[in-house]
């Protein structure tokens, strides 16, 4: 159940920021695509392992495979060719990175697409945003829903059948100006087409392939050591 009644205006808010930076990043990615031209052959995409700033270990690079039914992915899955999770480079990446955690309220968001696949939406959608909230583990699936399970993970970790997974994790933000507002938690949600990935996906695969992504998260916003997010998914 969800603890505060002020989830709607969150995720509202969150929604219209995400949106915003979405847009700009797809801009961003479009006019690269376009200044590539003929390059685009001599490109054959990226391995699962690279995909999301490089962020899978390697148990969430073989999910992503079996998920996929491929290891050759989009070049742009990773969102920022290249730069670290927030599209920063050289040497001074991470030291500017770690000022980003007290202005998450864009988010970050990936998109994970095979590298022969032109359809829209991509195959997952990865994205991060900051949240005043968290929410409590619920008993069961409510019928007609795909089953829910619950992993110790961050404060609230779950996946939906074969397509769907959230994390919570504690990581302290602050949006940027006078009386800014502080934000305790970030928010990982993996969504996917279940009618888009491999019959081979497991149940455990979704939370695989975003518990590594969360970690990247957490510590390129430096709060790894408070997120409770563990190297490996947990069995439950």
């Known amino acids: 159940m969800r603890k505060t009644n002020e989830l709607p205006q969150h995720r509202a808010r969150g929604s219209r920021t995400l949106r915003s930076a979405s847009v700009a990043m797809m801009l961003a990615l479009s006019a690269s695509a376009c200044g590539a031209g003929d390059d685009?052959?001599?490109n054959p995409g990226i391995t699962a392992s690279q995909v999301c700033g490089s962020t899978l270990d390697s148990s969430g690079a073989t999910a992503l495979r079996r998920m996929a039914g491929t290891d050759k992915?989009?070049?742009?899955?990773?969102g920022n060719d290249g730069a670290d999770l927030f599209g920063k480079t050289g040497s001074s990446s991470a030291q500017n990175s770690a000022g980003d955690l007290r202005d998450f309220t864009s988010g970050w968001e990936c998109y994970i697409s095979k590298a022969d696949d032109t359809t829209d939406p991509p195959l997952i959608n990865v994205k991060f945003t900051a949240q005043s909230f968290t929410l409590k583990e619920e008993k069961s699936s409510q019928k007609g829903e795909a089953k829910e399970v619950y992993y110790p993970i961050g404060t609230y970790a779950r996946t939906a059948g074969r397509s769907s997974a959230d994390i919570f994790f504690a990581c302290p933000t602050r949006t940027t100006g006078?009386?800014?507002?502080?934000?305790?938690?970030?928010?990982?949600e993996l969504t996917a087409g279940s009618y888009r990935v491999s019959l081979k996906t497991t149940a455990r695969d979704p939370m695989v392939i975003l518990n590594p992504i969360a970690r990247g998260v957490a510590k390129q916003l430096g709060c790894l050591s408070q997120a409770n997010l563990p190297a490996g998914v947990p069995r439950v």
């Open 73 to 78: 992915f989009d070049r742009f899955s990773s």
């Open 40 to 42: 685009t052959a001599g």
């Open 178 to 188: 006078k009386g800014g507002e502080s934000t305790p938690y970030v928010e990982g």
